[in-house]
């Protein structure tokens, strides 16, 4: 895993965005600290970060809409949601499905639990840049070097299941 990767954090409550520098950084990546909504829309504009942190609850922009203003933008990095307050199953799907958050986290979050959900989205972003829709041509089509690839990976793992005789 590349822990180069820019992670900016929106949050208001000074020690609560604390805690996210000191675990991040301390990780390696790279943190950006702001403290309202529209702030976070205007780094996450020209700083391009790999990642979002957002406050479900946040001064001047409602911390969903600042995960929707986000995801509008090209190319959109991974949003994960963070509140004490949007609790309920139904936030979940909200935040996920309306406001395209790609995840949501419950505060109080430990320091595993926070760098278990950032990895888990880097590396979904890493993989999904190298085989995604980058490695489809226009018509969406998946390259041979792509498929051969995968042909030897299914190959390989058949093969560990039934043996030759």
């Known amino acids: 895993m590349n822990t180069t990767a820019k992670i900016l954090v929106a949050e208001d409550d000074p020690i609560t965005r604390g805690f996210f520098k000191i675990v991040l950084e301390n990780a390696g990546y790279e943190v950006i600290l702001v403290e309202d909504g529209a702030a976070a829309v205007e780094k996450a504009t020209s700083e391009h970060p790999d990642l979002v942190i957002t406050d479900g609850l946040l001064p001047k922009l409602h911390g969903f809409l600042v995960c929707q203003a986000i ?57 999904f840049n190298e085989l995604g829709s980058r490695s489809n041509d226009r018509d969406g089509n998946v390259p041979a070097s792509v498929k051969e690839r995968d042909r030897i990976v299914v190959d390989a793992s058949v093969s560990r299941r039934h043996p030759a005789a």
């Not at 994960?80 to 986290?105: F, G, H, P, R, S």
């Not at 595993?112 to 890493?126: G, P, S, W």
């Open 71 to 127: 995801k509008a933008l090209d190319p959109a990095p991974k949003v994960i949601i963070c509140t004490a307050i949007y609790t309920k199953m139904t936030y979940k799907w909200e935040v996920k499905n309306k406001y395209q958050a790609d995840d949501l986290l419950i505060k109080p979050v430990s320091p595993a639990d926070l760098l278990q959900c950032v990895e888990k989205h880097l590396f979904a972003a890493a993989t």
